[in-house]
């Protein structure tokens, strides 16, 4: 092949044939798009316009990994007014257009992810062929930003496969595969790796028929269709998003009921409506949220540890389940309790995981030949990770760590998952103590993002890096904390559970309590929240951080665990639940007073506990404790975080209504002032 062209983020090569047009990002090592890059295309394009010698054009990634990730998200933030980014918005659709009518037929060839303003650059092509396997993912995720396509995504893709489809992979943020892409239609086909170059030369060199909708995606996009089925996708989308908390997909939806997808009028209302949405509350705490995400995936990256066997022991919900997320990863994986009865549940649960997420019966095969089942406990030897995942007993912990450091290789990483107790009342009975680290996960285990990394008094900080690094190869979020009771998640969100068990004690009807928070933004009430924990675990946590913060035991709590109701896992808790584990609607109890109220409480308990973590410690900084909250809590993100939502609602005013809260209560006030660990 012959280089006829470097550019600074594009070369353009020839195979005679066709032109090969790679997108490579300088100094990135992912390909991002930006407004350099999109002006470098465009002045490509202008060259491309002229070409007489060739058959097509294949745009495709000059990175090992990957079409494009989107948009850089750091540009977001540079805007100076929505003026400036109608007219950003603008160029690049006007860039993209100029590619949709070059002359030359074009071909993108996807291999990996193509998200976002990628995507919107294949979409602007004549053909798109995808690599098919579950790695290639393509969408359209901006309204995880609080945005949404501004380059001409929600017009090309309800052009492609009609409305409703479109509209459910844009308002909703989710990826497919390849293979889903090529099915729903926006891919003209998918194929194996090894077919990927053939494929792409093949529309390029051939020419067949673009794609084009059927007469029924097609009819999806009249005016008295899209009155009518706006409408459905409005009340659906309505049980799901508030307008207030998230915008964008209204947005998105608004635009295609009233202008559609056949006048120019689509874009520029795209471009507008994009461009309000950069500066609003939501997509600028959203953003934020981005970049500490982006913080945490950079913990552990430098740290040189390649592990391949993890032993976990403790075969129950969390460690069943840590397993088989590691076995997911690639890992092998022995998995050991006292018998094997305990281990068969969990190698079940382990198969579903495995068939919700590969999809092909080889692959989930493989990931069922990672996991072995390990009754003597013969892969502690021989594994580089150990995770105890055995009941809260500071006892049990310490025989079982007793046992697996005479067995251990020297250099195997010890964690624990507590989710309360201090390393430093487990190691004492270690002859090297500082070998142990807490690795803390949430439940579910497959959904919860967040994993504490946490360190004792005497943890060796190479053990915590290799921890961060190994919590990074199985694809979660490390968040480092100090050891201290409940860490920094359980710490801050047990108060607020017990809070809320108190409002009930005070007669608030417990879906008032839980109205009230999913009003504020939370992903559930703290009433379902317990219930989907476990009781009998809120029990264990409220007791043990109850010795240390003299906190007391909800009552209601400890009959409801007596009496083995024990939440969603048993059927019934605070409320009932059904076989498959769906919530029974209660009975409705009314309730006159503003649920404003309820919410306040409970969030600025919330915040009293989130700043006593910032003044002892346990995280390093505000940003730290914001993204653990987020990721461990799903607090709610569009708000940025319990002290980013302090600062802007105001620290001093809510610490004010806080200590008058508390007078209210007749409490004891021995909260500190909050803004002595924070800058307002």
């Known amino acids: 092949m012959t280089t006829m062209q470097l550019y600074k983020h594009w070369r353009l090569e020839s195979d005679n044939q066709v032109l090969w047009l790679l997108f490579d990002k300088a100094d990135a ?28 054009v294949i745009l495709a990634s000059g990175k090992k990994t990957g079409f494009t990730a989107g948009a850089d998200i750091s540009q977001f933030t540079r805007f100076k007014d929505i003026d400036e980014a109608i007219s950003v918005l603008t160029l690049g659709q006007d860039i993209l257009n100029k590619l949709e009518n070059l002359k030359l037929p074009t071909v993108a060839m996807i291999d990996g992810f193509c998200l976002g303003g990628g995507l919107e650059i294949a979409l602007a092509c004549r053909y798109r062929v995808v690599e098919e396997s579950g790695k290639t993912r393509l969408g359209l995720p901006e309204v995880k930003l609080g945005i949404h396509p501004g380059w001409g995504g929600t017009v090309r893709l309800p052009r492609l496969i009609g409305g409703p489809q479109a509209l459910n992979l844009i308002l909703s943020g989710h990826t497919v595969s390849g293979k889903a892409a090529a099915k729903l239609g926006f891919v003209d086909i998918a194929v194996p790796k090894r077919q990927l170059v053939r494929a792409a030369k093949y529309y390029a060199l051939k020419h067949p028929a ?41 947005h998105v939806l608004d635009n295609w009921e009233h202008v559609g ?28 949220v981005f970049f500490l995400q982006d913080r945490l ?18 075969a129950g919900t969390m460690g069943g389940d840590i397993a088989a997320w590691c076995a997911l ?32 019966p080889h692959l989930i095969q493989a990931a069922m030949d990672n996991l072995v089942p390990d009754v003597e406990g013969n892969g502690i ?13 500071l006892a049990i912990k310490q025989a079982t760590f007793k046992m697996v450091e005479a067995k251990a290789k020297p250099q195997a990483i010890l964690a624990t998952n507590t989710s309360s107790i201090p390393l430093d009342e487990i190691n004492t009975v270690l002859m090297q103590p500082e070998r142990l680290v807490g690795i803390h996960y949430f439940n579910p285990v497959s959904k919860m993002q967040l994993v504490e990394v946490v360190k004792g008094n005497v943890t060796s900080q190479d053990v915590v890096d290799k921890a961060m690094a190994f919590v990074r190869k199985i694809d979660r979020l490390p968040l480092p904390v100090k050891s201290s009771p409940g860490f920094l998640v359980n710490r801050i969100l047990m108060p607020y559970l017990l809070e809320a068990m108190e409002l009930l004690n005070e007669g608030v009807p417990m879906t008032a309590i839980d109205k009230a928070m999913k009003n504020f933004g939370m992903p559930m009430g703290p009433i ?18 109850g010795k240390y913060f003299n906190t007391p035991v909800p009552q209601r709590l400890i009959d409801l665990v007596n009496e083995r109701k024990l ?11 059904d076989k498959r584990g769906k919530q029974i609607k209660p009975e409705h109890v009314p309730y006159d007073k503003p649920l404003d109220e309820i919410s306040n409480r409970l969030v600025l308990t919330m915040l009293n506990e989130s700043f006593a973590c910032l003044r002892e410690g346990v995280v390093a900084d505000a940003d730290l404790l914001d993204a653990g909250m987020i990721f461990g809590t799903g607090f709610a993100p569009f708000r940025g975080g319990p002290i980013h939502y302090a600062k802007s609602q105001g620290i001093h005013e809510l610490y004010e209504q806080y200590i008058k809260q508390q007078q209210a209560k007749g409490d004891k006030i021995e909260a500190q002032n909050w803004s002595d660990c924070v800058t307002a």
């Open 210 to 250: 673009p794609h084009k909708p059927t007469a029924l995606q097609a009819l999806t996009n009249t005016k008295l269709a899209r009155q009518t089925i706006s409408h459905f996708i409005r009340k659906k989308l309505q049980a799901k998003v508030n307008p207030l908390h998230y915008p964008a997909p209204y």
């Open 29 to 56: 090592s992912v390909n991002t798009v930006d407004r350099a890059v999109m002006e470098e295309l465009s002045t490509i394009l202008d060259t491309l316009n002229n070409d007489t010698t060739h058959k097509g």
């Open 381 to 393: 030897s021989r594994a580089d990770v150990i995770i105890e995942a055995v009941i809260e007993d």
């Open 528 to 545: 379902t929240l317990a219930d989907a924990v476990g009781l009998d675990v809120c029990l264990s946590v409220a007791k043990y951080l």
């Open 329 to 360: 990863q690639g890992y092998t994986v022995t998995l050991q309790d006292l018998e094997p009865r305990f281990i068969s549940p969990a190698i079940k649960r382990a198969y579903n995981l495995f068939k919700e997420k590969l999809k092909e």
């Open 261 to 288: 997808v056949d006048t120019n009028e689509a874009y520029i209302r795209e471009a507008k409506s994009c461009g309000k949405l950069f500066f609003t509350d939501t997509c600028q705490n959203l953003v934020r």
């Open 567 to 577: 939440g969603r896992k048993t059927g019934e808790g605070f409320y009932k639940y």
């Open 297 to 314: 995936k950079a913990l552990g990256k430098e740290v040189s540890f390649k592990p391949k066997h993890v032993h976990v022991i403790g």
